[in-house]
């Protein structure tokens, strides 16, 4: 953690402590969250907590939302850590505060991990909370309505970009059509490094601060395009399986153009431009296999 960002977490840290009498003081980093950084933390009295944060104050109403819905899911044996507090710094940034759960996270992603996630993906079908993030909705506005300018970011980035784009444009021309279920539970960021391990076994999901309701196959979608973008070629095939095992025609499809789109144009935003074609290359092709089965 660079000297900036411990200072700042360490600011909101004081905030947290100061609105619930607390005495919570950093430890280290954990790893991981290179978008919102876990952090750590310990008060002499509680014991130790996670503190995760973010300096996009546009993040605040999602992750609020996700707070509020927690306990219920929890009540229901969802595997996710308590969050022991909330809310908003004065700069607008949100902030979280969690239980420590045992274990960790995988280094990748394997065949013995899917025999542990793909069961809980199972239980989230009609599992939707009443609210958070509507993952469904957002995915058609990314492929049809160009949403977040993931599309038109990664078109623009290179010749792979645009080769992505070209095929999205062909892919969804046939999708306009597809209705894609609402009453699933979604994570909205599920990964490996998200899904903590104990002895090989999943003891919980953490990072849900985007968490909403929608169909899984968007979670299905995300796994799909990290296995794919790290060559575990076993593991994207099985979960192709999975995915049409559970899916309508073009539904995946569709998530999977939404979750690629968004992925790629984090990768143009922030990887080596090396790095960002060569992902490109590989959507591209995730994509037109989808298209051939």
Avoid at 63 to 82: K, N, S
Wanted: glycine share 10%.
């Amino acid at each position: 953690m660079s000297t900036a960002r411990t200072r700042a977490t360490e600011r909101v840290l004081a905030r947290v402590d100061h609105v619930h009498g607390w005495d919570y003081r950093v430890q280290r980093a954990l790893a991981g969250g290179f978008q919102s950084g876990a952090t750590l933390v310990r008060d002499p009295r509680r014991g130790p907590a996670v503190l995760k944060w973010s300096a996009d104050p546009g993040r605040a109403p999602d992750v609020l939302a996700a707070g509020q819905l927690l306990g219920p899911l929890r009540a229901a044996g969802w595997p996710t850590p308590a969050w022991l507090a909330s809310g908003r710094t004065p700069q607008g940034w949100p902030y979280q505060l969690q239980e420590v759960l045992p274990g960790a996270p995988a280094e990748r992603i394997t065949r013995s991990w899917l025999d542990e996630v793909l069961p809980l993906l199972d239980s989230h079908a009609g599992a939707a909370p009443p609210g958070g993030c509507a993952w469904s909705r957002t995915d058609r506005a990314v492929v049809f309505e160009d949403a977040h300018g993931h599309l038109s970011t990664v078109a623009g980035s290179s010749g792979e970009g645009a080769a992505f784009a070209a095929a999205v444009a062909a892919m969804s021309r046939d999708l306009h059509g597809v209705v894609l279920p609402e009453d699933d539970l979604v994570h909205g960021d599920l990964s490996e490094g998200n899904v903590l391990l104990v002895d090989g076994r999943l003891s919980g999901v953490v990072d849900v601060e985007a968490l909403g309701h929608g169909s899984r196959l968007h979670d299905l979608a995300t796994l799909t395009v990290h296995s794919a973008l790290r060559g575990e070629d076993s593991c994207t095939a099985r979960l192709l399986e999975a995915a049409c095992e559970v899916a309508d025609p073009g539904q995946f499809e569709l998530s999977l153009i939404a979750v690629a789109a968004a992925e790629l144009a984090f990768g143009v935003r922030h990887w080596a431009p090396v790095d960002a074609a060569a992902a490109g290359r590989t959507c591209t092709e995730v994509l037109r296999t989808v298209c051939d089965t």
